[in-house]
Structures are given as C-alpha cells and as structure tokens.
C-alpha cells in the first residue's frame, strides 16, 4: 500500500506509539535490570542510578549459555523444515487416503502438554545416551515445533494457485522436482513463517531443557535464568538481565529473516 | 660342604621363605580388611541438590573436601528449586538416582514411601543429639532416612528505626502484634507483610500462628486453627496488611520490608545477608508473637536433609554413607550456617553457635521448639498442606469467614 | 491436462502407469520422516496418559511400577469436587477472552502494518519481543506493575485521576482472572500478528487494485478479498490458538499460582498441581484427559463449521 509521504510519517508515529504500549513491560524489564538492589518493590519508573552489574553477573554466567540456545535453536530450524516442507505440501496438495487422520493426528499433538512428552522422553533418551547433549535437545524441540509447522506450511500451501504446479507438470516435471524447484520458491513467505516459529519455540523452551539435561555441563539460556530463582533468595536483577540479553541475538536473527516475508511472491508467476 | 649344614641351610631358607611369605599373606589380608575401606576410594560419587548460587558455592567446597577426604571424587549436580523433585521421580523411575541426594525435609517421607531410599542406619548413621522435630521430619515409619547438618525456622523481623520512632517495644503477644502493626501503618508503609501465597509457602507461614494456638494439621476445622487465621484476617481487613500478601512470596515479603514498605515481617534467617546489605536499614529478629504471654512460639522447621538412594552398588552406598556423615560433621555444620544463614541441627553444636553468631541466636532458640511438618501426618502432609493455604485464602480474600473456609477446606 | 502419452516401454506397463504409482511412492516418502517422528515421539506417551488417568499412579508408582487400576474414580473424584464448576467456567472464560483479544487486536495490527512506512520492518520485529522474553521474567514483571499498592499501573492511573483507589488487579478474586487474561493476550498478539500479516502478504496486489477500480476500498476490499484469502491461515490460527490456550500454566501460576482462592484455577492448572504439587498423577492425567476432549470438541466443532461456510 503506497502512502503519501505525511501518512507514512503518521503512520510511523502511530506505529512507535502502539510498541510503545505494547512493549511498556519490556521497557520495566531493562529498567529493574539496571537498578541495584531489591528489584520489584522498590524500582522506579526510570532507572536514577543505572548500574551494569547485573549485565557483567549475567554475561560471564550466562554468556556460553546463549551460545548453547542458539546452536540448539538453529539446529532445530533446519530439521524441522527439512521434514515439514515436504509432508505440507502433499498434505496440501495431494489426495491421498488418511489425509483427514493425519491432519487429526498432527492437531492431537499439539494437545498434548510438554511435561507428559518430557517425561517419556527421559528414559528414552537415558538408554541412547541423548541426554546432556544438543543433538538430543534439537531432536526434542523438533517434536515440539514440526506440527506447527506442517500445519502452518500447508495453510499457505493450499493457497498456492494451481495453475503454476500444473505448468510444471505439463513440462514433465517429477513430484520432487515440481517441489524444489516450483513450490519452495514461491512458499517462501510460508517456509520463513515457519521457520520462524521454530526458532521461537526451541529458543523458548524451558522443559526440555530441564528434563533432559542432568544440571552438569550443557545449560540452554533458560535454563540458566532458572538457576537465580532456585533458592529462597531470589536476585531478579540478573535474571532480568540475563532475559534482555538472551533476547538480542533472537530479536538480531528474526528482523533478519522477517525482511525476506515480502509481498507479492506471485506477481507474474501466473501470467 | 657338610651335607648336615646345606641341609639346615634349606631347613633354614624355607623357614625364612615360610616367614616371609606368613608375613606378606599377613600383610595382605591386613590390607584386605582394610579394602572395606578402599572399596570405598577411587569411587566419583554423584551428589545432587537444589542450591543456586552463591549458597552452591558453599556447598560444593564441603562436597569437595568430603569426597576428598575419603578418597573419592564427587560430581555435583545442582537443580534450581521446584524442578528438583520431578527429576528425582524420573531418575527413580530410570534408575538412575545420584549417589548422595539432598531432600527438602517434608519431601523425605514422599520419596522414602517410594523404597527408593536406604536407611541412615545402614550406614551407623544415627542422628543422635540432633533436635527432635528434624529426625522426626527425616524419618519414615521409625527409620531415618535423611540427615540434615543445619536447619532454619520462622521469626519476626522488625524495623529498629521505625519501632523507636513510634515508641514501641517488639511485640510478644498477638495482641500486640496486632496493635503495633495498627500504629505503624502509614501511607506507603504496612505494619506487617507475611506471605499468605497459594502454595506450600504459605501453608509455611501459617504454621507457627496455628501450631502455637494448639491447632493440628489431623484436622484444621477447630476453633483453635480458627483463632490463628482470624488474626491473620483481621490485620488485613483493617489494613495493617497488604491485600496482596495473598500473592506475596516470603521473597516478596523480604523486598517489601527492604524497601521500607513494612515495618514487620514473618520470614526466616536466609535473607540476613540481603538485609545487612541495604544501606539504611536497620532491623533485629525475635521470635514470633504467642497468642498470651510466656509461651514459647512453635514455628515449623526448615532445613535440606542428605540421603542415599538404593544403588544396588554396596560400595558406593557404603561411601555415599560415609559423604552423608561427613556433610553432618560438627565442623560443616558450623560451616555451612555461616555460609547459608541457617543453624546446626546438632543442638550441643548449635549452642555454641548462638554464642559467636548474635544474629542467628534468636533461631537458636526457636529451633528448640520447632516442629517438622511431616512428623505427624508422613507422606499425607501434601494434602493437609493444600487445605490450610486453600482455607487462608478463602479467608484472606474475604470470600468466607476464618471457620468457614477451614470448614470448607477440610472437608474437601 | 494433456496426457504424456501412452507408449508401451519393454516391461508391458504403460509409462504413465509407473509414472503414477511411483508418484504415490514418492509422496509417501514425503510424508515418511513426519509420520515416523510423531508416532515416535507422541505416540507412547498419549497412550500413556490416556491410560493413567484411570489408574492409581502415586510416586511409589515410579519405583515399584505398580499402578492399579482404578477404573473412573479419578475423573469422578475431579467432576465432583466443588472445584469442578470453578475451574471449568475459569478455563471458558480464560480461552474466550484470551482468543478474543489476542486475535481481533492482532488482525488490527496486521492490517495496519501492511502500509509501507518507515520502520515498519525494525517495529514488526520488536512486536516480537513479548514472545520471545522468558516467561518467568515477564510474569514476574508484570507481577510488579499489576502490584495493588506499589505497582506502576496503578500509580499512573491515580496520578492520572482515572480511578480513586488502587485496582486489586490480581489480589482481589473478582479481578484477578481478568488480568491474567490481559497478560495472556499481551503474549500471545505477537504470534497472531505474525501469521496473520504472512497470509496477508501472500495476497497479490492486483486483486486489491482491481477491486479498488470497481470501488471496493477499505472495509469491502477486506470482506471480500482479505478475508476469504486468509481462511486457511485464520482456520490454523484459531484452533492452535484454543488448543494452545487450554494448555496454559505457566503464566497462571506465574502471576496468582491458580489464586486467590482458585479465581484463576484452569483445567491446566490443575492437572499440573495435581501432578506436580500433590503428586497424585493419575488425577493429573485424568484432568489431562478431560482437556484433550474439550480441545478435541472444539477443533472438530469448528472445522465442521468452517467446511460448511466454505460450502456455500
């Protein structure tokens, strides 16, 4: 939508003032983190005497830890989408039998809490000798993610016109072919989307984390966070810290991807 | 060469070679006896429990030397609070408990109900001299199961500067109590902050005013049980407490009376280190209010205990054993106190603790009179710990009067 | 569809023949990897809890492995507790307002960020943040701002003369699940926005600019080309979105721990105590059970409905 130049400034205003609501907590977040002493009751509205102490606890503790959560967060990404791409599509496209259950089935998944999944997963991963180690976490937070993003993949899928797959089938090309070459390409808002979401769920997750690691050597970010509130003495600072902090680097990669959801991906592919 | 002297020079030779190899066996079967001890070196034992830093620090220099002390190597693994629990039933159900496990003392009887714990006894563990209430919260159906070296409890802080400035003396009485905390309620400041949470925690906090008022956990619908809520009721109706102590956690609590948002507040001796490090504030413990005059207030007993799970591996229960009775050694009690604000369990070691630690001496004393949470109901706390915070908030919201929500709450 | 032809190879079937039946192989391959890893990772422990919610599965349980069966008792032990009516009416109530908000709230900001202004891009990204915080901080952020006596919402609203006495946001019962149900909507209005506005983008230009020919602008250009075009993606947004809803616990018990006096207790909350808190599992899972019908019903309900309108 094109805007004369004075309604984009409007706009923008508008825009700054509804973050500006929205984000209000997040502002409170970064406030408590540099105010010393008893965060919470007695923090004020701006920061009077702001200190980075807790920012210095937070990082030489935390600092390995974000690293952890993002191999685990990318490595999920990449497995999830590499399985889910294709079943959406045919689950979008193709006319098979059971396709109904399946649908059913990937719904009845995402009923199921966390800590039931984690529990049985505990014993599983004990006897394979997956737990304390990325591979196993990113295998966890896969089976948290790829429903999603199935289902999020063929809803956009579905609305993929039907004239550019037959073109490529008319010109003989193979279900493989007409996927990598056709659909991916044009999915692409679908597959980031997706992705995105992925990326969220794994970087967030706190259940995995706890269950499948036995508190020595490998500690997601969240999992650390956890570590200020174990005791009776609880030290917000660093934990508000540590929440700012491990926000970054996702805020930095998702603004990257978000760039490539843009519009029209169809614009003369149906001509 | 007389053939006699070669002969008593065999005679001889096999003598000494008979002596020497007397001597070696010997040497070795002494040395075998003592491999009940060496069994039990070499060994890394694992060690799990729920502290955060900074207390863990503390508590892994104590694990350290133990282990070393032993001969063995330890690897520690610390799980933050509440996840502890779910974890220890996971490693239950897989078998893969650690070798030392620390427990909250009102989670022992859950865990020890299961068959997955062994007797202290086992071990020459005994518990002797240590104060009744924490053997009694350790132990499940006569056995002693877990061994805790230091132990806390609940008191009254309270603001030496604002006590002063209104001409008060601490209260020792609810009346008082209730008085002060009507006086010193300003704009900006209750009189009186407890946690009155909807969890265990406040169920935590509400021991003390029941059990002093001769309330029982069997059974929570009785006038006495009524009493102690009503007096909990009746300073936040009139104001002298925050409606929000329904939400507050005793971390909450420690925050308001730091900021000098409560002139008292009910909370135990893990914050002194908080409190000594605010600027400005200055405060003192005593001992919780009693309903008259001269009694001793019964206030719950906190503590971790150490216990040592079924391994199926004899040698290394036996040196997990011997890591429990090093942790509740005379000289880390003291060490640990210090370290984590609590007191010893031992109470010979504790008196002579109060006499070098002032601040912590008011738990001394309230230790004495403590009482375990498990002691009387075992593994059926849970249930009677959800009806009393269920009743408090009922109470506390105003939905129902005091004898009305543990009406409500005991039958459930 | 033109056909490829009909020649006969050597071995006697027609190319497209094989051609079909190793097309179906090849979907099937397609599928194999997610079939695998849900029946893998979801299929055990669904079976699992489906079936302890009737037995008497205690912490011992976890030792011994014996759990006896006990049949119904659990769910009627749950369905007749004076709880029961509560926490149902708290788990409507606490799904409704929350879909209701998050979704109508994160359409509006989705269609207003399909103008192209400056920072439109950095300010979509930052609306991401209340997703991305971890949980125990934001609830406990929002713990002090929704404070009754020193929270900063309600020292703005008396600075601003706006109320005459604090707001028990979460310390009074009447309130509190409200509250909770403005801190729900708060997180979840980034995930909306996100699939929303991705749909939308998928939307051509041209349709809107044919249609701004014929006059439809605004409000019709929405009814009639925005909307139908996002119902797949609105479909996947709102049953995840219930489903995802009646699994809520951690914000709960973040915010009131299921209080004050069960004002925000949800069949989720519950199941989790009962679990977690009380260590009585099979009550838990049965609890459990009870909100997988309830997500069921709903997700069945609504996709019946949905097929019928796109019917018409």
Redesign the interface.
């Known amino acids: 939508m094109r805007l004369t130049k004075r309604r984009q400034a409007t706009s923008t205003v508008i825009g700054i003032g509804l973050l500006a609501i929205m984000l209000f907590p997040v502002y409170w977040m970064i406030n408590t983190s540099l105010q010393s002493g008893n965060v919470g009751a007695s923090s004020t509205l701006l920061p009077l005497h702001p200190t980075l102490a807790a920012y210095r606890l937070a990082l030489s503790q935390q600092g390995g830890d974000i690293v952890t959560s993002l191999t685990i967060s990318c490595g999920t990404v990449l497995l999830s989408l590499a399985i889910a791409a294709p079943a959406a599509y045919v689950l979008a496209r193709s006319r098979i039998r059971g396709r109904s259950v399946i649908l059913l089935a990937l719904v009845i998944t995402q009923m199921v809490p966390g800590i039931v999944i984690a529990n049985s997963l505990y014993p599983a991963f004990d006897q394979l000798g997956l737990l304390n180690s990325r591979l196993g976490l990113v295998l966890a937070d896969t089976s948290t993610a790829l429903p999603f993003a199935i289902l999020i993949m063929r809803a956009f899928m579905v609305s993929l016109p039907g004239e550019i797959v037959e073109a490529a089938r008319v010109d003989g090309a193979g279900l493989v072919r007409t996927f990598v070459s056709i659909v991916l390409p044009v999915s692409r808002n679908a597959v980031i989307t997706a992705g995105l979401f992925a990326f969220l769920f794994s970087w967030s997750d706190f259940l995995f984390a706890l269950t499948l690691t036995t508190g020595t050597n490998l500690t997601p970010v969240t999992l650390g966070i956890y570590s200020y509130l174990g005791g009776e003495i609880q030290s917000w600072g660093p934990v508000m810290a540590t929440g700012v902090l491990s926000a970054l680097p996702a805020i930095v990669l998702l603004a990257f991807a978000q760039r490539f959801i843009s519009v029209g991906q169809l614009n003369g592919a149906v001509k | 060469m007389n053939r006699q002297g070669s002969r008593s020079t065999r005679v001889l030779v096999a003598a000494a070679t008979c002596a020497a190899l007397a001597l070696a066996l010997a040497g070795c079967s002494g040395s075998s006896s003592g491999s009940g001890t060496s069994a039990t070196t070499g060994l890394n034992l694992t060690i799990e429990d729920y502290y955060s830093q900074p207390a863990a620090a503390a508590y892994d220099t104590i694990y350290s030397a133990c282990a070393k002390q032993l001969g063995d190597t330890v690897t520690i693994s610390h799980i933050a609070g509440a996840a502890l629990i779910p974890k220890v039933l996971q490693q239950v159900s897989s078998r893969t408990m650690p070798d030392v496990l620390m427990l909250d003392n009102p989670d022992v009887d859950q865990i020890a109900a299961t068959g997955a714990l062994s007797p202290l006894s086992d071990y020459g563990i005994t518990g002797a001299g240590y104060i009744p209430g924490i053997i009694a919260a350790g132990s499940y159906q006569g056995k002693l199961y877990g061994l805790a070296p230091a132990v806390n409890s609940l008191a009254l802080f309270y603001n030496v500067d604002m006590f002063k400035a209104a001409g008060l003396t601490p209260p020792t009485t609810w009346a008082e109590l209730q008085a002060d905390a009507k006086v010193l309620t300003k704009p900006g400041r209750y009189g009186f902050a407890f946690s009155g949470v909807n969890t265990y925690e406040g169920t935590w906090q509400f021991m003390p005013w029941m059990w002093t008022n001769a309330g029982d956990e069997k059974n929570i619908d009785t006038p006495q049980t009524a009493q102690a809520l009503q007096l909990l009721t009746s300073m936040v109706q009139d104001g002298s407490a925050s409606k929000s102590v329904v939400l507050w956690t005793q971390a909450d609590v420690e925050s308001q009376f730091a900021a000098g948002k409560a002139a008292m507040m009910e909370n135990g001796p893990w914050n002194i280190a908080l409190l000594q490090g605010v600027s400005g504030l200055h405060w003192a413990s005593v001992p919780l209010p009693t309903p008259q005059a001269g009694q001793k207030s019964v206030s719950p007993l906190g503590g971790e205990t150490y216990t040592v799970p079924q391994a199926g591996d004899s040698a290394k229960m036996a040196a997990a054993g011997k890591m429990v009775a090093c942790i509740n050694s005379d000289a880390n009690q003291v060490a640990i106190s210090k370290a984590v604000a609590y007191v010893p369990a031992k109470i010979s070691v504790a008196e002579q603790f109060a006499k070098t630690n002032p601040l912590l001496a008011p738990y001394v004393t309230v230790v004495q009179t403590a009482r375990s949470r498990t002691g009387e109901l075992g593994n059926g706390w849970d249930t009677a710990a959800t009806a009393i915070y269920t009743a408090e908030q009922l109470a506390l919201t105003g939905k129902d009067s005091p004898a009305a929500a543990l009406k409500q709450a005991q039958g459930q | 569809?033109?056909l490829?032809g009909g020649q006969a190879t050597g071995s006697g079937i027609p190319r497209r023949t094989r051609?079909l039946r190793?097309?179906?192989a090849?979907?099937?391959l397609?599928?194999l990897?997610?079939?695998i890893?849900?029946v893998l990772?979801?299929g055990?422990?669904?079976v699992?809890?489906a079936v302890m919610g009737s037995q008497d599965y205690t912490?011992?349980t976890?030792?011994?492995?014996s759990a006896p069966w006990v049949g119904w008792a659990n769910y009627s032990s749950f369905l007749s507790?004076?709880?029961a009516g509560t926490t149902f009416l708290n788990t409507a109530v606490f799904t409704v307002g929350s879909i209701a908000g998050q979704f109508t709230i994160g359409l509006a900001?989705a269609l207003?960020?399909?103008?192209?202004?400056?920072?439109?891009?950095?300010?979509?990204?930052?609306?991401?943040?209340?997703?991305?915080?971890?949980?125990?901080?934001?609830a406990?952020?929002?713990?002090?701002?929704l404070?009754?006596?020193?929270g900063?919402l309600n020292s703005t609203l008396l600075h601003l003369h706006l109320v005459h006495t604090s707001v028990?946001w979460?310390?009074?019962?009447g309130m509190a699940l409200y509250s909770v149900i403005i801190v729900n909507v708060?997180i979840g209005?980034p995930f909306n926005v996100?699939?929303l506005?991705?749909?939308m983008?998928?939307i051509?230009?041209?349709h809107y600019e044919a249609a701004a020919i014929d006059g439809a602008v605004g409000w019709k250009a929405f009814r009639h080309i925005t909307w139908p075009?996002l119902r797949?993606?609105v479909?996947?947004v709102l049953?995840?979105g219930v489903?995802?809803t009646?699994?809520v616990?951690d914000i709960i018990l973040g915010l009131?721990?299921?209080?004050?006096?069960?004002a925000t207790q949800t069949l989720?909350t519950t199941?989790?105590q009962d679990?977690?808190?009380?260590?009585a599992f099979g009550q838990g899972a049965a609890v459990?059970n009870i909100?997988?019908v309830v997500?069921?019903l709903f997700?069945g309900l609504y996709l019946r409905v949905n097929r019928r309108v796109s019917d018409e």
């Open positions: 569809m033109t490829t051609g190793q097309e179906r090849v979907t099937w397609f599928l990897p997610a079939l890893y849900i990772f979801f055990y422990p669904i699992k809890n912490t011992a976890f030792y011994t492995g507790s004076s709880l900001i207003f960020f399909r103008r192209r202004f400056p920072l439109s891009g950095l300010l979509r990204s930052l609306l991401l943040l209340p997703w991305l915080l971890p949980l125990i901080a934001g406990a952020v929002w713990r002090w701002i404070d009754q006596d020193s900063v028990p979460l310390s009074s019962p708060w209005i996100t699939l506005y991705s749909g983008q998928g051509p230009e041209e075009a797949p993606i479909t996947v049953v995840l489903i995802y009646l699994k616990v009131t721990g299921g209080g004050p006096a069960n989720a199941a989790y679990s977690f808190v009380r260590f459990n909100l997988l997500s069921l997700a």
